[in-house]
């Protein structure tokens, strides 16, 4: 298998899925301005050009991050990195991977691209995710992952997207349950194993 990424960008959370999944992979670069990889022109594997993008031994290629991780949970069921399809809970878990990739990760992400937008716009957005941020924060005062007491992929998916808010100016330090979980996930030792793949830092 091939995991498209770019460093520090969200095929973190699936490369972290995938070394809790124990399955085996390949890390190929992409260069997401230039919209190639080693191999050539990025859009001819994933015409969306964006990552992360799972290109499977029978050459099936997936894409969408959630779902990405959903396949991967579904590998290797012994695992329990998420509940089995069909129950209440695997909707519960569903409903969360939502949460993060439409309220957090798209609301974190658009910051990136801070340089063209006025201050006022940024502020809005920035209240908007900590309205997000509070929700989960909240949620995780509770227990310490977010499926309850085990890790699952979708704490992998907060993770990935939680390292941006230092980086576009969004601040957390009122989201203690927020900052003791992004602790906690910085000792696992497949979280370590995937930011050093990366080259950045946890």
């Known amino acids: 298998m091939n995991l498209f990424y770019s460093p520090g960008a969200c095929a973190l959370a699936s ?11 390949e890390l ?8 190639e990889y080693s191999g050539g022109d990025y859009k001819k594997i994933n015409p969306k050009g964006y990552i992360p993008a799972l290109q499977l ?9 959630a779902v990405i991780l959903q396949w991967i949970a579904d590998q290797v069921p012994e695992k329990n990195l ?15 991977l939502n949460f993060i990739a439409t309220e957090i990760h ?18 809005q957005i920035k209240g908007k995710v900590q309205l997000r941020l509070a929700v989960l924060n909240n949620h ?24 941006w808010t230092g980086l576009v100016g969004v601040d957390t330090t009122q989201h203690a349950a927020l900052q003791k979980f992004m602790t906690a ?18």
Do not use: C
Request: net charge neutral; hydrophobic share 40%; no cysteine.
């Open 140 to 163: 995780l005062a509770t227990s310490p992952y977010i499926l309850g007491e085990n890790f699952s992929v979708a704490d992998a998916y907060a993770y990935n997207v939680l390292r």
């Open 82 to 96: 998420l509940p089995k399809f069909g129950t209440m809970e695997r909707y519960k878990a569903m409903e969360w």
């Open 15 to 25: 490369q972290i899925a995938l070394r809790e999944a124990g399955l085996n992979f």
């Open 185 to 202: 996930m910085s000792e696992r030792p497949t979280v370590k194993e995937a930011v050093a793949a990366e080259g950045i830092r946890l």
């Open 57 to 65: 031994p029978n050459g099936h290629l997936m894409t969408e991050g």
């Open 28 to 35: 190929v670069k992409v260069d997401l301005k230039a919209k």
């Open 106 to 123: 798209k609301g974190l992400g658009s910051l990136f691209g801070g340089a063209v937008m006025n201050e006022e716009t940024k502020e």
